[in-house]
């Protein structure tokens, strides 16, 4: 028992944070509507938060390599917790201007990023400590991660309507403090400064930042698995955020079938996470990435746009959102697998941050389409696209490496050849 006491301790800290963060990106805009009644200054502090996450992620992968990833986590939950507390205290000294609430908020947005992704890096430490599956591992803490998303919306919905948003908030403050002790107590890292490999300063920096573009060209495999996260989130932001309410306003005359469909999305893929953890035995990544990639994808958009009777509509989105619960542990299991511990946190930084920078070109696509072509037409459109997308890992041969061994290919030096950029610890297998 106390041999995975790390691994449960980072699940849960990864729990806490995503319940904590999900019901903050409810309370914060209920706060500002509340306070103001403006729908403006709500979309403005909306904005700062997703700012600072893209240009945190941007920026902090790095440092993260650079200092540890325990010590990041640690730092950064509770940087996030002081801006979070901060927002409520400045209301009760009547301080709270905009220009102040626009700032907490994006201090918010950029250290959460960066506590996610140290979180991620700290994975590969605690399965060699532990030594359980990479398969088991990545799924326990993408259904952490998951069902804190999925329960944060209701949870803080529930709390807003009983005791309001300032309490919404303190409770997410208690959730990083949980997380910030149950990672520093209970979860060993790499050794500070393992990472760093660029020198000091802002050259060092910059030349450590540079590595992580470098590694993505020497790797084509983690060049194709980005660019298809970052296409794949494009399009499944544009369906769920445009077109399923586009449905629900024109279509279905019904608010609630579009809730109930967003949750049943999201509860598919938790169960799916959670029966690969539970089931996988490790192997076939690529046969297993390919099938759920390819049956999660253009068979949602094309169930919505043929508008069967609700209750099979709910069924076959569910039963197709089973699906996708394997793509985000395998693909995690890649990235330990090839990327070097020395390039980890800016490397998996650069992931997210294509994800995030890339959602909001698919709700300006899904837009336009709406505009031009109404909902049918525009979720046949993008499920054309995904389409597409999701027949590339049976088309093109470098998906295959994805079964590769991993030691090797982590631990092949960059071309530089500089000490420290191509470490030979390899993520496990």
Not at 3 to 30: C, I, K
Request: charged share 10%; net charge positive; with cysteine.
């Amino acid at each position: 028992m106390f041999r995975n006491m790390p691994l449960a301790a980072l699940v849960a800290a990864s729990g806490a944070s995503s319940l904590g963060a999900t019901m903050t990106l409810l309370a914060v805009p209920w706060f500002v509507l509340v306070r103001t009644g403006s729908g403006t200054q709500t979309g403005a502090v909306a904005a700062a938060e997703t700012i600072g996450l893209v240009l945190s992620l941007l920026c902090a992968g790095p440092l993260v390599d650079r200092y540890g990833a325990r010590r990041a986590s640690v730092l950064a939950d509770l940087a996030t917790c002081l801006a979070v507390l901060a927002v409520p205290l400045a209301d009760a000294l009547g301080v709270l201007t905009l220009p102040l609430l626009v700032v907490l908020v994006f201090v918010v947005g950029a250290s959460r990023a960066p506590a996610r992704s140290a979180k991620q890096v700290l994975l590969p430490a605690v399965i060699a400590a532990t030594g359980a599956r990479v398969e088991r591992a990545t799924s326990a803490e993408e259904t952490a991660l998951r069902a804190g998303e999925l329960l944060g919306a209701p949870v803080g919905g529930m709390l807003i309507a009983l005791v309001g948003p300032t309490w919404v908030l303190l409770a997410d403050g208690a959730a990083l403090v949980a997380s910030a002790l149950l990672v520093g107590l209970l979860v060993a890292g790499a050794r500070p400064g393992s990472g760093a490999s660029g020198g000091a300063g802002v050259r060092g920096y910059l030349r450590e930042l540079a590595e992580t573009g470098a590694q993505f060209r020497r790797d084509r495999l983690l060049l194709a698995l980005g660019a298809a996260c970052a296409a794949s989130n494009a399009l499944l932001s544009g369906l769920l955020s445009v077109l399923l309410p586009a449905f629900g306003v024109s279509v279905w005359h019904n608010s609630t079938l579009v809730g109930v469909l967003i949750a049943t999305a999201s509860g598919g893929s938790l169960l799916g996470t959670v029966l690969y953890g539970w089931r996988s035995r490790g192997g076939h990544r690529w046969r297993t990435f390919a099938l759920c990639f390819l049956l999660s994808g253009a068979p949602v958009f094309a169930v919505i746009a043929l508008d069967p009777h609700p209750v099979l509509l709910v069924s076959l989105t569910a039963l197709f959102m089973i699906a996708n619960g394997p793509v985000n542990p395998v693909i995690a299991a890649v990235k330990y697998a090839r990327v070097p511990e020395a390039l980890r946190g800016r490397v998996f930084a650069a992931f997210s941050a294509s994800a995030n920078a890339a959602m909001p070109l698919g709700l300006l696509f899904a837009g336009a389409l709406l505009d031009a072509v109404g909902p049918a037409g525009a979720t046949w459109a993008l499920g054309g696209v995904c389409l597409a997308l999701s027949a590339c890992p049976f088309v093109f041969r470098v998906w295959r490496a994805m079964d590769a061994p991993g030691d090797a290919v982590a631990a092949a030096p960059p071309p530089s050849g500089r000490p420290g950029a191509g470490s030979p610890h390899g993520g496990p297998r």
